[in-house]
């Protein structure tokens, strides 16, 4: 049974950098897609980063490209989100989710029906 726990997030200062983390400890960790969502306060969730099983091709929300990128350390069983040069619209709770599946429109760019999320970590970026 794939656990996703989230950490990292906290109080960051516009213009500096916070690593976000998403582990899980099931033997099964390196067969899952993995993505990060967020949603900020009043807003719908919306999604921010993609990594196939073996990180070998991404996708980014047009607005976070160049700034954030997700990682896996599959040895470890874990996700990153490296946050550069974040700003105050970039405050949310951010979840991370995993899904056997390939990077699709409706699942992952949506986050329609995936098949695991975790319970979120505050990010919250000052100016």
């Known amino acids: 049974q794939v656990q996703l726990v989230e950490s990292g997030g906290g109080l960051v200062q516009a213009g500096g950098s916070l690593r976000l983390s998403c582990a899980d400890s099931?033997?099964?960790?390196?067969?899952?897609?993995m993505g990060w969502f967020r949603q900020a306060p009043g807003k719908e969730r919306e999604f921010i980063a993609f990594?196939?099983?073996?990180?070998?091709?991404?996708n980014y929300l047009d607005s976070v490209k160049g700034r954030f990128t997700i990682s896996r350390d599959n040895d470890k069983n874990t996700v990153y989100l490296q946050m550069n040069s974040p700003n105050p619209e970039d405050t949310a709770v951010y979840y991370c989710?995993?899904?056997?599946?390939?990077?699709?429109?409706?699942?992952w760019g949506r986050g329609y029906g995936l098949d695991y999320w975790g319970k979120g970590t505050l990010v919250t970026v000052s100016s």
């Open positions: 990594i196939t099983w073996n990180g070998g091709s991404t």
């Open positions: 099931a033997r099964t960790f390196s067969r899952y897609a």
């Open positions: 989710a995993a899904d056997r599946r390939n990077w699709d429109l409706t699942t």
